[in-house]
Nanobody, 123 residues
């Protein structure tokens, strides 16, 4: 198993910012984040290639507010979340894949999932 260690969740007010971190010890081709809002299916949030191209992908709901980045020296991927909204409340899962198989927004494309970290946005 490739451990994914997440951190950074919490309770914030609408409009606030929060940064999630995810550290991995395994080989990757891309990492990203999914989330599961209360009572809903899990959904793609963002992904970043861990190769030199560093391509990033976002779901439209977070584009312009969230930024995914990586620190290769620390094997860590970050999700900077700004201007948080009530609808961003969810359990956020870090994901990792070791091969290019499937689309970046499909959960089945990822080999490993973190334990999840709760993000709650209040009014």
């Amino acid at each position: 198993q490739v451990p994914l260690v997440e951190s950074g969740g919490g309770l914030v007010q609408a409009g606030d910012s929060l940064r999630l971190s995810c550290t991995s010890s395994g080989r990757t081709v891309s990492m990203g984040w999914f989330r599961r809002p209360p009572g809903k299916e899990r959904e793609f949030v963002a992904a970043i290639s861990t190769n030199d191209d560093g391509f990033t992908y976002y779901t439209s709901a977070v584009k312009g507010r969230f930024t995914i980045s990586r620190d290769d020296a620390k094997n860590t991927v970050y999700l900077q979340m700004n201007s948080l909204k009530l609808e961003d409340t969810a359990i956020y899962y870090c994901v990792l894949r070791t091969k290019y198989s499937g689309e970046y927004f499909q959960p089945q494309s990822y080999d490993y999932w973190g334990q999840g970290t709760q993000v709650t946005v209040s009014s």
